[in-house]
């Protein structure tokens, strides 16, 4: 009994799967908040099936998007202002919870990854 239940705890822990509903995600308006050199940034965007309208320090932009699957997607930036901005950006969300959802994303065809979380507020 004492070797069972060590396996059994292993078995409920590796069944557990956090929620991921993506479509929930898909449409609204959200926020995202990050810190840059010390200092808490927010980003405002409103985001529909093809299109995602920002707005960041007081300036707008828009991007495309092209929906790969329920939970991940690929923004291109429809007014570039310069090579770095050309490159699109792979989204891919992780999990999701009633308001918030946790994502990585990266410049497609690089391998460094960041985290953040986004809230739902409409």
Not at 6 to 23: A, D, G, M, V
Request: net charge positive.
């Amino acid at each position: 009994m004492k070797k069972l239940l060590p396996i059994l705890s292993l078995l409920f822990i590796s069944c557990y799967q956090q929620e991921r509903n993506c479509t929930d995600f898909k449409t609204g308006k959200f926020q995202f908040e990050q810190e840059i050199d010390g200092k808490k940034e927010i980003s405002i965007f409103e985001r529909n099936d093809t299109l995602q309208i920002e707005t960041f320090r007081g300036k707008t932009d828009s991007s495309s998007v092209r929906w790969l699957n329920d939970c991940e997607f690929v923004l291109q930036k429809l007014h570039p202002k310069g090579m770095k901005e050309k490159k699109a950006i792979h989204m891919k969300i992780l999990t999701t919870n009633e308001k918030n959802y946790t994502f990585e994303y990266s410049f497609v065809g690089e391998s460094a990854k960041q985290k953040g979380v986004v809230t739902k507020v409409n």
